[in-house]
């Protein structure tokens, strides 16, 4: 649970949490072959220049200071994944609708990197397993307003999708010569667009599928 708040958000406050958003992402990006174990609060009050007690006064521990630091971003990214056409499997830039992802983590691979390892790192997956499973349903939704039937729950799909993601990510992440996030995005979409359209009785748009493999 978040540290309570001041009534009005002054510009101190606000200062201080930037710094210390800054402070654990910067040691994060420096330490990319360590993982989130070996950073610990002294650093990053060190870093952010802001006394211990202080760092207590917004968060409870550095799990959640790293969480607030990369939230706003998950929303964004969220927020910036445009929803499918209902009649292809893309969105309208023509791209797959998880390329945008790929293309976050892989500007911020050492970060990313260092979060889905050690003891915190199952805490981490679950809340981006979660926003991430929110998004499927979001983006999603024109394919099922057309859809002749509905074999699985919305839920369930979102939550395989949100999953499928998690595990090619963690893959990607540790290979020494990864493929770039436009491949990654096309790889996700043809392991994973093909039983969802047959679960909502759209195998007609598996076609649109093979025309996006082809480019």
């Avoid at 009534?7 to 654990?24: F, G, K, Q």
């Avoid at 499918?84 to 499997?89: A, E, N, P, R």
């Avoid at 983590?105 to 397993?129: I, S």
């Avoid at 679960?199 to 748009?205: A, D, P, Y």
Wanted: proline fraction near 5%.
């Amino acid at each position: 649970e978040q540290r309570q708040k001041p009534a009005r958000y002054d510009r101190r406050w606000l200062r201080t949490r930037h710094a210390l958003h800054e402070a654990v992402l910067e040691l994060l990006e420096e330490q990319e072959q360590a993982d989130f174990d070996t950073i610990h609060v002294r650093d990053v009050c060190l870093r952010a220049d802001v006394a211990r007690p202080t760092f207590y006064l917004h968060f409870k521990d550095k799990h959640e200071l790293l969480w607030s630091s990369l939230e706003e971003e998950f929303d964004s990214l969220r927020d910036a994944m445009a929803p499918l056409h209902g009649d292809s499997l893309l969105p309208d830039d023509g791209r797959p609708l998880t390329q945008i992802v790929f293309e976050y983590l892989e500007k911020n691979r050492g970060v990313y990197r260092a979060m889905f390892a050690g003891a915190g790192a199952a805490k981490f997956q679950r809340r981006f397993t979660r926003h991430m499973a929110a998004a499927f349903r979001q983006k999603h939704a024109p394919l099922r307003e057309r859809a002749p039937r509905t074999d699985f729950s919305e839920d369930l799909i979102a939550e395989h999708l949100a999953g499928s993601l998690l595990g090619m990510i963690q893959w990607w992440l540790n290979q020494s010569d990864p493929p770039n996030a436009a491949r990654m995005a096309e790889s996700f979409t043809r392991l994973n667009a093909p039983g969802v359209v047959r679960s909502l009785g759209l195998e007609s748009m598996l076609e649109s599928l093979k025309k996006t493999a082809r480019r």
